[in-house]
């Protein structure tokens, strides 16, 4: 199987952040992993997740095409509202050759069309030349370990909807 072009991980808030500054400086200090412990990660969601019923899910989803940084920190959003958004453009773009989003709660868009030869991808003011088969099918199957993930680990958020989104978005991609 060839290396993925495509890097991702998310992280969820352990605590509210205060101070940006701070924030940005110590990244670990606010944020789980859900890959490098998934049971640690699983608690914190539990435990931050319950006060605000999972309307919440903050956190950071860091996306890199290619080793080119494109969505990380220190742009903190619902987790859950990106990776629909980020799902939501693929299905977008394999129906007409242009997707795009606002992060749920950030200024930052993202936009995927059709260039020649291939496919421009733009989050907030980073733009990158795509080869957009490969980035549609390995951001779907990232958004699919995310969603997976919630569902393993029970957290109550809609995952078995947002999976089917996604067999819907490979559909059309099958085409």
Same mark, same amino acid.
């Given at each position: ?12 808030? &352990? /605590? ?7 924030? $940005?400086?110590?990244? #670990? ?14 608690? *914190? ?7 605000? /019923? ?33 799902? $939501?453009?693929?299905?977008?773009? &394999? #129906? ?12 930052? &868009?993202? @936009? ?10 733009? @989050? ?8 957009? *088969? $490969? ?20 957290? +109550?958020?809609?995952? +078995?909807? %947002?999976?089917?989104?996604? $067999?819907? %978005?490979?559909? @059309?991609?099958?085409?």
């Amino acid at each position: 199987m060839a290396t993925p072009q495509l890097m991702s991980t998310t992280a969820i808030l &352990s /605590r509210p952040v205060r101070d940006l500054q701070e924030f $940005a400086g110590s990244p #670990a200090d606010y944020l789980e992993d859900l890959y490098e412990d998934p049971e640690a990660a699983a608690r *914190t969601w539990l435990r931050v997740g319950e006060p605000h /019923r999972f309307q919440y899910n903050d956190g950071v989803v860091s996306l890199a095409w290619q080793g080119i940084p494109l969505l990380g920190m220190p742009v903190w959003d619902d987790v859950c509202g990106i990776w629909r958004g980020l799902v $939501a453009v693929i299905a977008d773009y &394999s #129906a007409t050759t242009r997707g795009e989003t606002l992060l749920p709660d950030q200024p930052v &868009s993202v @936009v995927l069309e059709r260039i020649r030869g291939g496919a421009l991808l733009t @989050v907030g003011e980073t733009a990158v030349r795509v080869d957009p *088969t $490969a980035f549609n099918r390995q951001l779907l199957a990232e958004a699919e370990r995310f969603w997976q993930w919630t569902e393993q680990h029970g957290i +109550p958020v809609d995952a +078995p909807a %947002a999976l089917q989104d996604i $067999a819907r %978005a490979r559909t @059309v991609l099958d085409r």
